[in-house]
């Protein structure tokens, strides 16, 4: 509690029964001291001191209006002290929100390890990938697969998340590869719904030029909907390479048309959905994942899936 306010001030000398000791205990001079008891006064329009050469003692004003504040100053130097010695450590609920193919195939299997690193926090994953509102509140970081960061939240880059075209290698053998973008349309291909939305305008380049291809096939669905479709060869899917980089690296997948991939910036970004962007549990979280993400994101290093742990 603030040792100069008035009130502090007011239970100080009371509690020393004169102003010297007071001004001492509050870092003030016995006049400050004074100055700070007739302000109350004046503002309460009550006298709270009989002042005399010998002695100071409460009126009756001044000993009824103690009795209601003495606790309540005292609660307060209570919680102020119990806060000071609260360990720094994160702790609490951390709500984070993040779509469904990245809490199964990434952040869950991170989980262990952060939760040992900080037995006192509690992790609340909310699935979903709604671009999130200015008043969101919903939780305090979104994992985010996106063009660009929020707008609306303070936002940093975890890794690149290129969509990577694929199929398996049975669907090419039976189908054949296809050679150039517009190739697609003699192909089964497989959509991703976002939100709602059929994602089958595919964007590709040719030098300097931007195009895109509408695509069909017979099955459209999530991310990891359509990754298990492409790896049973059903079609041809353009999926993001957090999902599929494993598949390709161990020859499960594929990839075509490479050479025609549009360098769009698409990357996953952590988002803060709250307003306290230095707390602990939200920077610990953040420091975390840039530390297993940074510089090489492990969905790209050899030999973290193959058996199954991240």
């Excluded at 009824?64 to 010695?85: C, G």
């Excluded at 053998?173 to 349309?185: D, M, N, Q, T, Y």
């Excluded at 089964?188 to 380049?205: I, S, Y």
């Excluded at 698409?266 to 803060?272: G, S």
Aim: charged share 25%; net charge positive.
């Amino acid at each position: 509690m603030d040792k100069s306010s008035e009130l502090y001030v007011f239970a100080t000398v009371v509690a020393h029964g004169n102003f010297v000791s007071a001004a001492e205990k509050c870092r003030l001079t016995p006049s400050g001291v004074s100055r700070k008891i007739s302000r109350l006064e004046d503002r309460m329009g009550v006298k709270l001191f009989v002042r005399t050469t010998r002695r100071l003692s409460l009126t009756a004003k001044g000993e009824f209006f103690h009795s209601k504040i003495k606790q309540v100053i005292a609660d307060i130097e209570a919680a102020e002290s119990a806060t000071a010695k609260q360990p720094q450590v994160p702790h609490g609920v951390l709500r984070i929100r993040c779509p469904a193919a990245f809490v199964d195939k990434h952040l869950v299997p991170l989980m262990p390890e952060f939760l040992g690193l900080y037995p006192e926090l509690k992790v609340e994953i909310v699935v979903g990938d709604v671009p999130a509102t200015p008043d969101d509140r919903s939780a305090d970081v979104a994992i985010r697969s996106s063009l660009a960061p929020s707008e609306d939240h303070v936002s940093i880059r975890l890794a690149a998340n290129p969509l990577v075209i694929c199929a398996s290698p049975a669907y090419l053998e039976k189908h054949g590869r296809p050679e150039r973008p517009e190739s697609l349309v003699a192909h089964n291909c497989l959509t991703m719904d976002a939100r709602g939305v059929t994602q089958a305008e595919w964007m590709f380049r040719d030098g300097q030029r931007r195009y895109s291809v509408w695509v069909e096939g017979n099955l459209g669905s999530i991310g990891t909907a359509v990754h298990t479709a492409a790896l049973a060869g059903l079609g041809i899917a353009r999926i993001p390479n957090f999902l599929v980089a494993p598949d390709i690296r161990a020859g499960r997948l594929v990839e075509v048309l490479k050479d025609f991939s549009p360098d769009d910036g698409r990357a996953i970004y952590l988002v803060y959905l709250t307003t306290d962007n230095q707390s602990l549990k939200c920077r610990a979280l953040v420091d975390y994942l840039l530390a297993k993400c940074t510089p090489v994101p492990p969905w790209l290093v050899r030999g973290c899936y193959e058996t199954g742990v991240t």
